[in-house]
């Protein structure tokens, strides 16, 4: 099992930057993928950023992409979304989630492909 805690969250003006952070407990963190989703009020959760568990592959949502970026330490059970030229559409809870992959190389972009989630940290963009 695996429990998941963001962090980093907060209020930031448009065109500013934010570094979220995950920590994940348990030994078996580099068996999972791990990727960010993100909630708006009355929206659905929708897919951010996906990393494969070696942290080789990754991928983004159309809407963050060259603009965001996932990273993960396996040596320090963590992951990253740095995010930068932000704008207040990116205002969320933003999730952290882990799922077991198949291979080294799978990522994952549904919801339902994750096992755990953690508790979400809130981003506010102002205008």
């Known amino acids: 099992q695996v429990q998941l805690v963001e962090s980093g969250g907060g209020l930031v003006q448009a065109g500013g930057s934010l570094r979220l952070a995950c920590a994940a407990s348990?030994?078996?963190?580099?068996?999972?993928?791990m990727g960010w989703f993100r909630q708006a009020p009355g929206k659905e959760r929708e897919f951010v950023a996906a990393?494969?568990?070696?942290?080789?592959?990754?991928d983004y949502s159309e809407s963050v992409k060259g603009r965001f970026a996932i990273s993960r330490d396996n040596a320090k059970n963590m992951v990253y979304l740095q995010m930068g030229s932000l704008k207040p559409e990116d205002t969320a809870v933003y999730y952290c989630?882990?799922?077991?992959?198949?291979?080294?190389?799978?990522?994952?972009?549904?919801?339902?492909?994750?096992?755990?989630w953690g508790q979400g940290t809130q981003v506010t963009v102002s205008s």
């Open positions: 989630a882990a799922g077991m992959p198949y291979s080294s190389a799978t990522y994952y972009v549904r919801p339902q492909q994750y096992d755990y």
């Open positions: 348990g030994r078996t963190f580099s068996s999972y993928a």
């Open positions: 990393v494969s568990r070696t942290g080789g592959r990754t």
